[in-house]
């Protein structure tokens, strides 16, 4: 398999990464250009990935192992308990992922302990914040704040 290439633009940020590593990566890349080298940097990590590697990893990641529950169960009881709320009561189906900082920024939680992506975005693991996030856009947005 071959290397990915890079295109002019991965090439125009790693010269501004060249100049001063830590500096640029912390304050002076745009967002923009830190996801495209980052996205260039997981793209050759991701070629470079073979088939037993991603075995191994699936069997010494508790990140990525299916789920253990039982989906039938878990789907009756959402059924039973949506039943049991008033009509008024508005269900919302989240994004797996919210903007990157939503934790440490919302709450008392390291960005340490949070799942990142390259995308400037984290894996949700408490629905907490991002329902506080979209509760503050529906109150804008109705005029309440």
């Given at each position: 398999?071959?290397?990915?290439?890079?295109?002019?633009?991965?090439d125009?940020?790693?010269?501004?990464?060249?100049?001063?590593?830590?500096d640029a990566?912390?304050?002076?890349?745009?967002?923009a250009?830190?996801?495209?080298?980052r996205?260039?940097?997981?793209?050759?990590?991701?070629?470079?990935?073979?088939?037993?590697r991603l075995?191994?990893?699936?069997e010494?990641?508790?990140?990525?192992?299916p789920?253990?529950?039982?989906?039938?169960?878990?789907?009756?009881?959402?059924?039973?308990?949506?039943?049991?709320?008033?009509?008024?009561?508005?269900g919302?189906?989240?994004?797996?992922?919210?903007?990157?900082?939503?934790?440490?920024?919302?709450?008392?939680?390291?960005?340490?302990?949070?799942?990142?992506?390259?995308?400037?975005?984290?894996?949700?693991?408490?629905?907490?914040?991002?329902?506080?996030?979209?509760?503050?856009?529906?109150?804008?947005?109705?005029?309440?704040?």
């Amino acid at each position: 398999m071959t290397a990915p290439t890079d295109s002019a633009a991965v090439d125009r940020v790693w010269r501004q990464v060249n100049a001063g590593p830590r500096d640029a990566l912390e304050h002076r890349l745009n967002p923009a250009d830190l996801q495209t080298l980052r996205l260039a940097v997981t793209r050759r990590r991701a070629a470079a990935v073979t088939p037993a590697r991603l075995m191994s990893r699936w069997e010494d990641d508790r990140y990525v192992r299916p789920s253990t529950a039982d989906p039938r169960r878990i789907w009756r009881l959402e059924a039973r308990l949506w039943d049991l709320l008033p009509a008024e009561f508005t269900g919302i189906d989240l994004s797996p992922v919210a903007p990157l900082g939503v934790c440490s920024a919302l709450g008392p939680v390291s960005q340490d302990r949070v799942i990142s992506t390259v995308r400037g975005t984290e894996v949700v693991s408490d629905p907490t914040n991002v329902l506080a996030l979209e509760a503050a856009r529906r109150r804008q947005r109705s005029g309440a704040l």
